[in-house]
């Protein structure tokens, strides 16, 4: 249903272009990998919004619609244009979050893509031939970049309402984590949160574990 290679062929014929893409995910997105969703997704993924896709892969995803957001509350583009205005903008978007694949149906997207060999590499087409579709999904590894930490090590679960990040025996003084920051989010003493500017208006969340080996970060809710 798919073909990998630095010039991939289509497959021709499938109806089934999530569950084509749920198993190229797992085969080959690494676990601490995320994949990002290039322009907008809209419906295009199997008829429906793609917040589901985490789920059936494993896999963490960046996307602007990963819902049905309301009209005018997000940017149905993606990277964000104070990005995608820079030169390389959509490279340092992904390797400033982790970013290890990127995929897209969009031409114009797919085209800048392809436009930068030193950055990303094209690995695979997948092609839903649908009557109501008959689109081509083209997917991109991206070179240099993966890893949820942006200082320090370790290993991070992201699940519902909480991110697990264990620092094993020697817990450093600080560690910054690949995720945005808010100040709702909790954890519990002697371990503390902070923001961490990563530039380009992107905040990342700080941990300083004080001598804990895992801490476990919560969204607070307002009620």
């Known amino acids: 249903r798919y073909y990998a290679g630095r010039t991939p062929d289509p497959y021709v014929g499938t109806r089934r272009i999530v569950d084509d893409l749920a198993s190229w995910i ?3 997105v690494p676990e601490d990998g ?3 969703f290039a322009g907008s997704a809209v419906h295009a993924y199997g008829r429906g919004h793609i917040a589901y896709l985490p ?3 494993g896999r ?3 996307a602007c ?3 049905g957001f309301p009209r005018g509350m997000v940017e149905m583009n993606y990277p964000p244009r104070a990005f995608r205005a820079q030169p390389d903008g959509c490279y340092a978007f992904a390797r400033q979050h982790g970013v290890t694949h990127v995929i897209s149906f969009r031409n114009s997207h797919i085209a800048c893509y392809r436009s930068e060999p030193e950055h990303f590499r094209e690995v695979v087409t997948l092609v839903d031939r649908d009557e109501a579709a008959n689109r081509d999904y083209v997917v991109f590894e991206v070179k240099d970049s ?3 930490f ?3 090590r370790g290993k991070v679960h992201a699940d519902f309402n909480r991110i697990s990040v264990d620092f094993g025996a ?3 003084e600080m560690s910054v984590i690949r995720y945005n920051w808010s100040d709702r989010l909790k954890v519990s003493a002697p371990a503390a949160l902070e923001p961490y500017d990563a530039g380009n208006g992107v905040v990342f969340i700080g941990i300083r574990p004080n001598g804990m080996s895992r801490v476990d970060i919560r969204y607070e809710s307002r009620f």
Do not use: F, K
């Open 26 to 28: 797992r085969a080959n």
């Open 34 to 36: 995320r994949i990002l």
């Open 55 to 57: 789920i059936m892969t």
């Open 60 to 62: 963490e995803m960046m």
């Open 65 to 67: 619609d990963y819902y």
């Open 146 to 148: 993966g890893g949820r």
């Open 150 to 152: 942006a200082e320090g």
């Open 170 to 172: 020697e817990p450093p």
